[in-house]
Every structure is written in structure tokens, then in C-alpha cells.
């Protein structure tokens, strides 16, 4: 059985792009039925495009309902299973999820309950303290909350800058999160089998 995913950007889009490669390196049975961004801007979306992956843009100008009701049209006419959020920078609410329970994943860049919200990263380098992480769940109402999936530490060195730290994050994440979505689809099928 093939799992269709719809994945959600802002920007760059780098772990998007991390989970279609890894789908196409494994020949995996899962199926990116499109990558939607909250900004027409966002670099991602012609990466997808180069991809030959079909993409749409959300807009949050009538409001957050109206926003997330293209999500879900875009959802019901893919047909998908899962909601994958990779650097999508807006909140989803309580009712979308209620909808969607335990089929909407989202990545963090810091070992959540650390640091959450917008500056992850950041807000560890300033704390001072000497490791952080990479975080996938599932997405609940609040933010960057949620069951964990899976997490992996990733220590600060004495030479790191902020840069090169940032660097070794988004590295782990382009492994991790293919990892974590991959098990769980596992897990979901073996759930529907029995
Ligand atoms: C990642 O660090 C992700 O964890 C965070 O936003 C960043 C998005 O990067 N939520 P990209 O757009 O996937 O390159």
C-alpha cells in the first residue's frame, strides 16, 4: 500500500527536499502528493516544482480558518494520510487537529519540551547550556508539542559557532525525520493489519 503525504513549508525547504530524496533513494511506497507554503515566496516550492512535485500556496490573509480550510480541500483532494510540517511557521488549531488526530507530524530543531517556538536553536545557543537537539512529533494543539516520535542529542563543541552548530541540527534532521516518519507509517500499518 502506498502512503500519500502532503508536506507544509515556509522557506527553504531543505527537509522536504531531505524526505523526497530519501523516498526515491529507498524506492519507499510513499507518495509526495504536494508541498504547500503560507508564503508564495518560499524556496521550497521550486524545489518541489523541479521535482515535479505539484505545489500550493495557503494564504493566511483572510484569517487562519479560511487558511486552513484550503489545507484541509487540499488534504481531501489528494486523498492524503499524512501531514507532514517541515519549517511550516504558523500554528494549526485545535479544531484542525481534532480532525486529523495522531496524522499531523512537525520536526523541531531542539530537544523539545526544550525550547520551543520560532527560535529554537537560538534560544539554546544563548542558554548556555552544552547540548541540544532535533525533535519529531506528532502535532497536537499547542505548539511544538505533542507525542515524540523520535529525538536525537546533538552536542555543542568548544570551536561550534552558532553557524556551524546550525549546521550539525539541520544535518541531523535531514536524517531524522525521514527515520521517525518512516516508523511510523510502519507502525500505522501494522495497527491497521490487526
Ligand atoms: C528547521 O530547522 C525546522 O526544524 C524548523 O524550521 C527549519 C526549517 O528548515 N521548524 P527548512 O525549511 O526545512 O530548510
Redesign the pocket.
Known amino acids: 500500500m502506498t502512503v500519500r503525504i502532503g508536506i507544509l513549508?515556509?522557506?527553504?525547504?531543505?527537509?522536504?527536499d531531505a524526505i523526497v530524496e530519501h523516498i526515491r533513494e529507498e524506492n519507499a511506497p510513499v507518495d509526495v502528493c504536494f508541498v504547500a507554503s503560507d508564503k508564495a515566496s518560499a524556496a521550497?516550492l521550486e524545489t518541489a516544482r523541479s521535482k515535479g512535485i505539484p505545489t500550493a500556496t495557503v494564504s493566511y490573509k483572510q484569517g487562519r480558518a479560511a487558511a486552513e480550510a484550503e489545507i484541509e480541500k487540499l488534504w481531501q483532494e489528494h486523498k492524503i494520510d499524512l501531514l507532514v510540517l517541515?519549517?511550516f511557521m504558523r500554528l494549526i488549531t485545535g479544531d484542525f487537529v481534532s480532525r486529523h488526530e495522531g496524522r499531523i507530524l512537525n520536526?523541531?530543531?531542539a530537544m523539545l519540551p526544550k525550547f520551543p517556538g520560532a527560535h529554537g536553536i537560538e534560544d539554546f545557543w544563548k542558554s548556555g547550556e552544552s547540548s541540544s537537539g532535533v525533535t519529531v512529533h506528532i502535532v497536537d494543539a499547542e505548539m511544538d508539542h505533542g507525542p515524540i516520535l523520535m529525538q536525537q542529542e546533538v552536542a555543542r563543541t568548544p570551536d561550534d559557532t552558532i553557524e556551524t552548530f546550525e549546521a550539525k541540527?539541520?544535518a541531523v534532521?535531514h536524517q531524522l525525520y525521514w527515520r521517525a516518519l518512516k516508523s511510523y507509517i510502519q507502525k500505522l500499518a501494522q495497527e491497521a493489519q490487526s
Open positions: 513549508i515556509s522557506g527553504r525547504g531543505s527537509n522536504m521550497g517541515a519549517g520536526i523541531h530543531p541540527i539541520h534532521e
